[in-house]
Structure formats: structure tokens, C-alpha cells
Nanobody, 127 residues
Framework: QVQLVESGGGLVQAGGSLRLSCTAS????????MGWFRRTPGKEREFVAT????????YYADSVKGRFTISRDNAKNTVYLQMDKMKPEDTAVYYC????????????????????WGQGTQVTVSS
């Protein structure tokens, strides 16, 4: 079993920054692609960013490209999401997730490609 725990959410003013962390336990972290998703009430989980198992590749949703940065520290079993120039539209519960398959050669954006999810951390951006 794998456990993922997010932290770092909170309230930030538009234009400000937050850094989310997700720490994994229970299985070899470095073998898995990690992703960040977000959800607002009444909506499906939305893809935000993903990073390859070795950290060599990243991909971002168009809505956050240029503002958010995903990174990972495999030695710490942690993936990060640095969020800059935040907008009210970024308000959501943010979730990290682990890919179901290890050492993927692609960067999946669909929720079904991920099998373990954190509990989420609330991010609120005020106008």
C-alpha cells in the first residue's frame, strides 16, 4: 500500500505564491510518475502537472503553464508544486497522485492512470 500526504495549502492573495508538498510512503517512490490534480466543488478532478519517475520530464495543463512548477526529490520521497502568480481560478483542493505503473515512458494526464491519491490540501486565492 502507498500513502500520500499533501501539505502547504492555505490562503494566498492573487499574484502570490504557495508551495505544496506531497510525501509518499509504502513503496519505491522513485519508480513512479507523480501528478498533481485539483478539484473545485461540482467539477471533476482537473489535471495540473505531472513529472516523470526520474524527474527528467514534466508536463503542465495550459491553465498553469508558466506559473506552476512541479519537481521531486526522490531521496525524500516528495513531490512539490510551486505555484506562482496565482489566480482566483486556482482555488481548489489539490491532490497528488502516484501512477499505477512504474517507470512510465509517457506523462499521463488522465486520472485513471493514477492509483493512489492523497487526501488533498485546500488552496484558496483571494481577489
Amino acid at each position: 500500500q502507498v500513502q500520500l500526504v499533501e501539505s502547504g495549502g492555505g490562503l494566498v492573495q492573487a499574484g502570490g505564491s504557495l508551495r505544496l508538498s506531497c510525501t509518499a510512503s509504502g513503496r519505491t517512490f522513485s519508480n513512479y510518475t507523480m501528478g498533481w490534480f485539483r478539484r473545485t466543488p461540482g467539477k471533476e478532478r482537473e489535471f495540473v502537472a505531472t513529472i516523470s519517475w526520474n524527474g527528467g520530464s514534466t508536463y503542465y495543463a495550459d491553465s498553469v503553464k508558466g506559473r506552476f512548477t512541479i519537481s521531486r526529490d526522490n531521496a525524500k520521497n516528495t513531490v512539490y508544486l510551486q505555484m506562482d502568480k496565482m489566480k482566483p481560478e486556482d482555488t481548489a483542493v489539490y491532490y497528488c497522485a502516484k501512477s499505477a505503473v512504474g517507470r512510465l515512458t509517457i506523462l499521463p494526464r488522465a486520472t485513471y492512470a493514477y492509483d493512489y491519491w492523497g487526501q488533498g490540501t485546500q488552496v484558496t486565492v483571494s481577489s
